[in-house]
């Protein structure tokens, strides 16, 4: 069937935030004097949100009596410097006026958070048709749930429908939801073929031929 959808996941596939994430992290470690993280080892922990930044940095479990406010210090800052590094991956500013001039849908499925989610998607200025978060629902990725009610919004088929995401997660919530899938290999983590994703891309620009076909 015809492609008109595109959905992507957020962080790691469609805008590289990693940058100001691990400034966040590096940040309050520095306030409790403790060394910074290197950049590279950050990086893949991203896709699994800000308590995997906390049991990393402070080598620690959630069981730290000071965990839950270690946590909510990184999302002070990150919150605050949201843009301040984030930025579309290249080549998607290009594909996504292309994916609009085909008259095309495209939309973002993440487990991040609604208020993070929004906030950087206003300081960004990106206007995407459905944007559907972590806590939107009461089931996230790799549960169906998030990708089969972006499709519902749009009113949309999900044999219609990509789904381009960096995690193993992504893929086997585009595989539950029966919708076709899309392994970005440029993102944070390092994608593995028993995934069982339906292709995989190097660079944005891949996506083109589903745009023009």
Not at 46 to 66: H, I, M, Q, R, Y
Not at 125 to 149: I, Q, W
């Amino acid at each position: 069937m015809p492609i008109n959808t595109i959905l992507f996941d957020l962080d790691g596939t469609l805008i590289d935030t990693a940058p100001d994430l691990a400034y966040a992290l590096n940040s309050v470690l520095k306030r409790h004097n403790l060394a910074e993280k290197p950049y590279e080892k950050i990086k893949p922990l991203v896709a699994f949100g800000s308590k995997e930044l906390v049991k990393f940095g402070f080598g620690c479990d959630e069981f730290a009596p000071e965990f839950s406010a270690w946590n909510q210090e990184i999302l002070q800052i990150y919150k605050a410097n949201i843009a301040k590094n984030s930025a579309l991956f290249a080549g998607f500013e290009a594909l996504l006026k292309n994916i609009k001039s085909q008259k095309m849908f495209w939309g973002i499925v993440t487990n991040k958070p609604e208020n993070l989610t929004h906030l950087l998607l206003q300081k960004l200025g990106l206007k995407p048709d459905v944007v559907v978060c972590g806590d939107t629902l009461e089931f996230n990725k790799p549960h169906p749930a998030p990708l089969l009610y972006a499709c519902a919004q749009l009113a949309v088929l999900p044999q219609n429908c990509l789904f381009v995401g960096d995690d193993k997660n992504d893929i086997l919530a585009g595989k539950n939801a029966q919708i076709t899938t899309v392994a970005a290999a440029y993102g944070y983590g390092k994608v593995e073929q028993n995934w069982g994703y339906d292709f995989i891309i190097n660079k944005p620009e891949e996506l083109e031929k589903w745009i023009l076909d």
